[in-house]
């Protein structure tokens, strides 16, 4: 009998104690991560290599999820000069805002015909992976993909 009240009693602490949205729990540096795995996952069950990891165009996805983040809106970085300085001959790149987990995020992306484009093409080998979080713990990502000139 105790161990039944003691259930009941467990159970009813997780009903009325909240948990905190998976995108205010999870790290960023953990939501890139995954993010990244998300994408690979697609992308091999579709028959698509994976794509690696590269700083340049990590750095630059993580300046534009800053920037997104900070003026609470969503819009595309100038791709030329990420062009010229990841010295890569194609580039695309992906944003989204305000999704919970990675794998939500990935399947937004996927859903959308443009999106889902610069996620499975052959033409792109890398991957940079940006996100932030704004004051009231939204999360804001950003993909850019590359290929080496």
């Not at 534009?64 to 890569?88: E, F, G, I, P």
Request: charged share 25%; net charge positive; proline share 3%.
């Amino acid at each position: 009998m105790r161990h039944i009240v003691a259930a009941v009693l467990t159970a009813l602490a997780l009903v009325v104690v909240p948990s905190a949205p998976a995108s205010v729990a999870m790290s960023a540096s953990t939501f890139d991560k995954k993010l990244h795995q998300q994408t690979n996952a697609s992308r091999t069950f579709r028959d698509r290599k994976a794509l690696k990891k590269d700083r340049c165009l990590d750095r630059y996805a993580q300046r534009q999820a800053r920037r997104m983040a900070k003026q609470q809106r969503m819009y595309h970085q100038n791709l030329s000069v990420v062009l010229r300085t990841c010295n890569d001959r194609a580039v695309a790149e992906n944003v989204a805002h305000g999704f919970t987990t990675p794998k939500s995020n990935v399947r937004a992306w996927l859903k959308s015909p443009g999106h889902r484009k610069n996620m499975l093409s052959r033409n792109y080998t890398r991957l940079g992976i940006g996100v932030a979080k704004d004051a009231r713990g939204h999360t804001w990502t950003v993909q850019v993909f590359g290929r080496p000139a």
